[in-house]
Nanobody
Framework: QAQFVESGGGSVQPGESLRLSCTAS????????ITWFRQAPEKEREGVLC????????YYLDSVKGRFTVFRDEAVGTVYLRMNILKPEDTAVYYC??????????????????WGQGTQVTVSS
């Protein structure tokens, strides 16, 4: 079974940046789309960004456009979520995973995917 591991979370102040990493085992991460979603306490899961196997990005949230980017380092088999100008409302556990399609999934397909254990991002002053 595929396994995903997220890292890079932490506590930052508003306006600062973080870079989350997503690695995988038991399959080649470069062959599939990789999706990031987040879940804040007492809130529903929400998709954030996805990168297709051809490295095109799909945004699920308008609120992160212009601040978050996703990119893939094929040499090391890692997908990154770069988060700039962080806001308190970005506070959540961030998860990466895949539905094992080449293209990015719609939100309704997230339940069909495999996901990591998440990494906590806290933005507060």
């Amino acid at each position: 079974q595929a396994q995903f591991v997220e890292s890079g979370g932490g506590s930052v102040q508003p306006g600062e940046s973080l870079r989350l990493s997503c690695t995988a085992s038991k399959f080649t991460i470069n062959h599939y789309s990789i999706t990031w979603f987040r879940q804040a306490p007492e809130k529903e899961r929400e998709g954030v960004l996805c990168i297709s196997n051809r490295n095109s990005s799909t945004y699920y949230l308008d609120s992160v456009k212009g601040r978050f980017t996703v990119f893939r380092d094929e040499a090391v088999g890692t997908v990154y979520l770069r988060m700039n100008i962080l806001k308190p409302e970005d506070t959540a556990v961030y998860y990466c995973g895949s539905t094992f399609h080449a293209g990015c999934p719609v939100a309704a397909e997230f339940d069909d995917g495999y996901w990591g254990q998440g990494t906590q991002v806290t933005v507060s002053s």
